[in-house]
């Protein structure tokens, strides 16, 4: 099975930006599609934005496109999410999560492992 290791958190002001990192061991991460979803306090796990193995397709929630993007590097078995134009609304702890069988969509259980979390705040 894959381990998966998120990484590049931290407290921004509104406007800024961050990278976060998604590492991957113990198998390659080329063959997995990876998503990101985020936590916030009370709230439900929701889903960010997601890509293809092949990094062809990405897809993302209405709430970050324009401002998040997603790529992967699968030399260094990492995927990346870059996220610009941050506002308080985006604090969460922030999670990679790979699926075996390719699946993109916005279901959490749609994927098979998840990393530990980071934690991103925003400040106003």
């Known amino acids: 099975q894959v381990q998966l290791v998120e990484s590049g958190g931290g407290l921004v002001q509104a406007g800024g930006s961050l990278r976060l990192s998604c590492a991957a061991s113990?198998?390659?991460?080329?063959?997995?599609?990876v998503g990101w979803f985020r936590q916030a306090p009370g709230k439900e796990r929701e889903f960010v934005i997601s890509?293809?193995?092949?990094?062809?397709?990405?897809y993302s929630a209405d709430s970050v496109k324009g401002r998040f993007t997603i790529n992967r590097d699968n030399a260094k078995n990492s995927v990346y999410l870059q996220m610009d134009s941050l506002k308080p609304e985006d604090t969460a702890v922030y999670y990679c999560?790979?699926?075996?069988?390719?699946?993109?969509?916005?279901?959490?259980?749609?994927?098979?492992?998840w990393g530990q979390g980071t934690q991103v705040t925003v400040s106003s």
């Open positions: 999560a790979a699926s075996f069988s390719g699946y993109i969509g916005t279901t959490w259980h749609g994927y098979d492992y």
């Open positions: 113990g198998r390659t991460i080329s063959n997995y599609a």
């Open positions: 890509i293809r193995r092949s990094g062809s397709n990405t």
